[in-house]
């Protein structure tokens, strides 16, 4: 799993080098989103054109790498190769034999379908959705979801607890829930334990119903 993820957080920069030198084919004026490669954006969205490279999030700010763009919409629908930066309350989608990675902060909602593969990290209340034949390695936030569906593969990181995973018809799962206390608070408070989280397997399939992973714990249908 370890391996896994590391490969996971090293794809952003690896599509982020493979574009330089591309320079930005589409920005949307006053909204701070542009996309690098052979892509547009028009008002709070960015759209991949079919078979293109690209990256999208943020632009620049007087010369400085620029925040990531919120409650932005990025598509990258057919056979992309897409590197994707977000802040909150954005929504991205890949499908159509597309490849993504990138990272979302809170409150974001991706889908993976149609033959994708999908290496994504999303923060605290998000949902992912990975669907079809897809595969999916994935890292989410306290009161994150995960949704697998059809005959995908779902390996997800929980690095904080707290998140729920679902499997459904012939999906394979796991998740690696919690490995470290969560800080104490604001008071000066002891630490207190990590959050477990919840694996429900499609029914019929080992360990059958829902799952409770205590911190520290791989589990797996």
């Not at 996971?8 to 701070?32: E, K, N, R, Y």
């Not at 707290?162 to 394979?172: K, L, M, N, Y």
Request: proline share 4%; with cysteine; charged share 5%.
């Amino acid at each position: 799993m370890l391996s896994t993820v590391s490969r996971f957080l090293a794809l952003p920069a690896v599509l982020s080098g493979l574009l330089l030198g591309l320079g930005c084919s589409g920005s949307a004026s006053g909204t701070g989103l542009t996309c690098s490669g052979a892509c547009a954006c028009s008002g709070s969205t960015c759209t991949c054109a079919s078979g293109g490279t690209c990256a999208l999030g943020g632009g620049a700010e007087g010369g400085a790498a620029a925040a990531p763009p919120s409650n932005a919409t990025f598509d990258c629908t057919s056979k992309n190769s897409c590197n994707v930066s977000c802040g909150t309350g954005c929504t991205t989608s890949c499908a159509g034999q597309s490849q993504c990675g990138g990272t979302c902060g809170s409150n974001c909602t991706s889908t993976c379908g149609g033959g994708s593969s999908c290496q994504l990290s999303a923060g605290a209340n998000s949902s992912v959705t990975c669907d079809g034949t897809s595969t999916c390695t994935l890292s989410v936030g306290t009161g994150g979801t995960v949704t697998c569906k059809g005959s995908s593969g779902c390996e997800v990181a929980c690095p904080e607890g707290g998140c729920t995973v679902d499997c459904s018809g012939s999906t394979r799962c796991s998740v690696a829930c919690a490995v470290a206390p969560v800080d104490g608070g604001a008071d000066g408070g002891a630490a207190g334990p990590a959050t477990s989280c919840e694996l429900q397997c499609a029914p019929g399939a080992a360990p059958g119903a829902r799952k409770t992973c205590a911190p520290g714990s791989t589990c797996s249908c």
